[in-house]
């Protein structure tokens, strides 16, 4: 029989009933040092005391109203983001795939009013997530998320990635955009290097097309600037943000430059939900939060000392460990042991971290992480590798 809840998910035997900051505790109150943080979603940590104020607060207040009004909090928020940005301008969504949905509609529409109907093809590469809509798996492409549901959303060009000498001829006078994570994140965190951001960038500017980030799993300060972009001096046209901007309360967005923007007039896209007061009050702190004075700087001498103990685990254990990699907070240990069993195993020593593809487990912690909780992370994945070599 079916379970109640479609199976879509298979699911570790966890169940939680609260968070404390680095923490999440289970009904019988043991205790887990959380290095997933929802995939990089609770990137302020569980009860995060002014995540909580500014919920409550507007929860008391006003849950919903309609994008068919002014919302005083989304506008906020969309004011923090340009503040802080490359982006002249904002769109809210509740979820990533949302994100990536608009940024194409946005491609699309900016070649159709520019008089060139005919560009409506989106560069991919293998290994992208850009989410589950039908825009998204078509996008990222890969069998394992599009098998069964076509047809698929045409106007998706898959490259390899790495292969940087299949881009340049790729670019046809139907090519929209390039689409791409700079740090990818479900592909096994595998970040691009400067040089490859700095190159897809000219290669836009050369041939006239959009440049489209996804910054939904890499942004928000994960990597140490607030988006992954700046690390190599380049700007997008169109960005997709979600995970960590809510903190934990569904919230996405699509930035974009005045120009990248132009085509979407009112009544060319919509949401019920997004950009609504619960979520932009949250947003809001949380942006206040990553961009106040020190705390990225905290977040790179956190992710300096993370990685260092991670090289120590490795050289510790040559057998289940092979290497480091990621930016920032957002790390990936690149297994010799199955990456399924090292989480498993991390589970019975109270610590928990995600499987990413390419054998990798995925190292994402609220960025609010302590030095002591680094420590003891790292000892609790010495105690799992330890017993995985000793079965
Ligand atoms: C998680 C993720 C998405 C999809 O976000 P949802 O909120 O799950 O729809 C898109 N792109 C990247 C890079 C992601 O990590």
Redesign the pocket.
């Known amino acids: 029989m079916i379970p109640s809840v479609l199976p879509t998910y298979s699911r570790a035997p966890l169940s939680f009933v609260k968070g404390e900051g680095s923490w999440l505790i289970e009904a019988d109150g043991r205790r887990f040092l959380d290095l997933g943080a929802g995939?990089?979603v609770n990137a302020l940590g569980h009860a995060n005391p002014a995540l909580i104020d500014a919920l409550t607060k507007q929860a008391g207040a006003l849950w919903h109203t309609s994008n068919l009004y002014q919302i005083p909090q989304q506008q906020a928020l969309a004011d923090k983001l340009v503040e802080h940005t490359f982006a002249d301008t904002v769109f809210f969504t509740?979820?990533?795939?949302?994100?990536?949905e608009l940024a194409v509609k946005m491609a699309r529409k900016y070649f159709y009013d520019k008089g060139q109907p005919e560009r409506v093809e989106i560069i991919t590469f293998s290994g992208?997530?850009?989410?589950?809509?039908s825009a998204?798996i078509a996008a990222a492409g890969s069998e394992k998320m599009t098998k069964g549901f076509g047809p698929l959303l045409p106007g998706f060009v898959h490259l390899e990635f790495g292969d940087h000498d299949a881009i340049a001829p790729a670019i046809t006078d139907k090519t929209a955009a390039i689409m791409v994570?700079p740090v990818?994140?479900?592909g096994g965190i595998r970040p691009l290097p400067d040089a490859c951001l700095k190159g897809l960038r000219d290669l836009c500017d050369e041939h006239g097309i959009l440049m489209i980030l996804?910054?939904?799993?890499?942004g928000m300060g994960r990597t140490g600037r607030l988006f992954a972009h700046e690390w190599a001096g380049v700007s997008p046209d169109i960005m997709?943000v979600?995970?960590g901007i809510g903190g934990g309360f569904?919230l996405?967005a699509v930035l974009a430059t005045e120009d990248a923007a132009s085509g979407m007039t009112a009544g060319t896209h919509g949401s019920t939900y997004g950009g609504n007061p619960l979520g932009c009050a949250v947003g809001g702190a949380v942006v206040d939060i990553i961009t106040a004075k020190g705390f990225l700087e905290e977040v790179n001498r956190k992710a300096g000392l993370l990685r260092q103990k991670l090289e120590g685990l490795i050289a510790a254990h040559p057998d289940v460990f092979e290497s480091v990699r990621g930016a920032g907070l957002m790390l990936g240990l690149k297994c010799k042991a199955s990456n399924a069993d090292i989480v498993t195993a991390g589970y019975a020593h109270g610590v928990i971290t995600v499987p990413a593809a390419d054998n990798v487990v995925r190292l994402l912690p609220p960025l609010t992480i302590t030095d002591e909780e680094i420590a003891e992370a790292v000892s609790r994945l010495d105690a799992a590798a330890r017993s995985l070599t000793a079965s």
């Open positions: 995939i990089a509740n979820s990533g795939t949302e994100a990536c992208s997530f850009h989410g589950r809509s998204g994570e990818q994140g479900e996804d910054e939904v799993q890499c997709m979600a995970k569904p996405g």
